[in-house]
């Protein structure tokens, strides 16, 4: 059953065109990625889906009663409140559900015959429904769910958390409401590997239908089902993860530019004919150029360059790159970087991995010198920059 559908939209700002007639549904049980290049309407799209943006024309069909999340970039929450509360009030009329049940429960202990078969057959629809938005106790799920994603302060207002933290605290609002559709907008920004992998997690194991914009190859490859691209202004459906994705996609720009280069072949050609100045009194020349028209008018919006980032060699290097003995980072009492010993070799990669807060960017920058440590020596080699 199709939980979200969207037919012909179209939406753009100014001169520019983002959505030129895109078609999309999303039922239940799948989990879709939405890919595409920065600044070509992923997130424009997210927010039409979820209702803050209108379309320019259209139609969007949503199923009755359906309760859908939406993860955004920059999530607004009460900076008074804890993250506690806000997680807990996210979760959208549980309160009110709770209430009626306990009026139903008062009043149960003076009914009889007609009004107690009422007000039992109202407690038997109300306590499943508690129990879809959390249960009688929903503490435990809330404090689990704001640790699970590397929150400590989780009573501490919203108003002094990171960009970062509060967008963690927007999500596990969403984990803990369990809408019926989930609309996020990069989840892993963020978040450090630990909690993305139990993200992954989370998202495969609830099976919650989901649309999903993010960058992490891996978690989309993981997760999602199938994958929709958003390529100039148009949707093209792939079905499978993000390997099955990149092959099904190389075989369509490659046709793409086959035809063309096809095009531009009789383009040439017919242009030529054009500059001899050929009569249009016959219907055969009439045909041909209309023809000549239709392919300068066909010209496709340019097609997708393949992005590459090439690392430059640098210069020749000697056996020593880059030595640290017991270098150390403290702030205050709290030890950031604890002694680290480390070589560096010439054609070494190294990954470095850990949560939030670990100190990883604090030994990168001393491991460069941008950052002065407490304690340890750093030697680098004469011809390394």
């Given at each position: 059953m199709a939980?979200?559908?969207?037919r ?5 700002f ?6 030129r007639g895109?078609s999309l549904t999303i039922?239940?049980g799948?989990?879709?990625?939405l890919?595409?290049?920065n600044?070509?309407?992923?997130s ?5 889906l979820?209702g ?15 309760a859908?999340?939406y993860?955004?970039q920059?999530?607004?929450l009460d ?6 509360d806000?997680v ?12 009626a049940?306990e ?6 202990g003076?009914a ?9 057959a109202?407690?038997s629809a ?7 938005l ?17 929150l400590t302060?989780?009573?501490?207002p919203?108003g002094r958390?990171s960009?970062?933290e509060?967008?963690?605290v ?12 989930l ?20 998202c495969?194991?609830?099976l ?10 891996y978690f989309?490859d993981?997760?999602?089902?199938r ?5 100039r202004g148009e ?5 499978g993860g993000?390997?099955e ?6 075989a ?10 096809a095009?531009?072949?009789l383009?040439?050609r017919?242009?030529?004919?054009m500059r001899?100045?050929p009569?249009?009194r ?8 209309h023809?000549?028209e239709d392919?300068?008018d066909?010209?496709p919006?340019?097609l997708?360059d393949?992005l ?9 290097l ?6 640290v ?10 030890t ?9 070799e ?8 850990g949560?939030n ?9 001393m491991?460069?010198g941008?950052?002065?440590?407490d304690?340890?020596t750093?030697s680098?080699?004469e011809?390394?920059?």
């Amino acid at each position: 059953m199709a939980l979200i559908t969207l037919r012909d939209g179209r939406k753009g700002f100014n001169e520019r065109v983002l959505l030129r007639g895109v078609s999309l549904t999303i039922g239940e049980g799948e989990r879709v990625g939405l890919l595409g290049p920065n600044g070509s309407g992923k997130s424009t799209l997210m927010r039409i889906l979820a209702g803050l943006e209108t379309l320019d024309s259209g139609e969007l069909a949503k199923r009755r009663d359906l309760a859908l999340g939406y993860l955004e970039q920059e999530p607004r929450l009460d900076p008074g409140v804890s993250a506690r509360d806000a997680v807990r009030g996210g979760v959208a009329g549980r309160e009110r559900a709770l209430a009626a049940l306990e009026r139903v429960h008062a009043e149960l202990g003076a009914a009889s015959g007609p009004e107690l078969a009422r007000l039992l057959a109202r407690q038997s629809a109300l306590e499943p429904e508690v129990e879809r938005l959390g249960g009688h106790d929903i503490e435990h799920k809330v404090e689990a769910t704001l640790r699970s994603l590397g929150l400590t302060d989780i009573d501490g207002p919203c108003g002094r958390m990171s960009g970062g933290e509060r967008r963690r605290v927007a999500l596990a609002q969403l984990l803990v409401g369990a809408p019926d559709l989930l609309l996020l907008d990069e989840p892993t920004n963020h978040l450090d590997s630990f909690v993305t992998y139990w993200l992954e997690g989370c998202c495969v194991e609830t099976l919650t239908p989901l649309l999903m914009v993010t960058h992490d190859r891996y978690f989309l490859d993981r997760v999602v089902d199938r994958i929709v691209e958003l390529d100039r202004g148009e949707l093209v459906p792939y079905d499978g993860g993000y390997a099955e994705y990149l092959e099904a996609r190389a075989a369509r720009l490659a046709s793409e530019r086959k035809a063309e280069t096809a095009r531009l072949a009789l383009l040439r050609r017919e242009t030529a004919w054009m500059r001899r100045g050929p009569p249009a009194r016959t219907t055969k020349a009439k045909a041909r150029i209309h023809r000549y028209e239709d392919l300068v008018d066909s010209a496709p919006i340019a097609l997708p360059d393949e992005l590459e980032i090439a690392i430059p060699p640098g210069p020749r290097l000697g056996t020593r790159v880059l030595s640290v003995q017991g270098l150390t980072k403290r702030y205050g009492a709290r030890t950031v970087v604890p002694p680290v010993d480390l070589e560096l070799e010439a054609g070494a990669r190294l990954g470095i991995v850990g949560p939030n807060g670990a100190g990883k960017s604090t030994l990168l920058r001393m491991l460069i010198g941008a950052l002065e440590p407490d304690g340890g020596t750093r030697s680098v080699g004469e011809t390394v920059r």
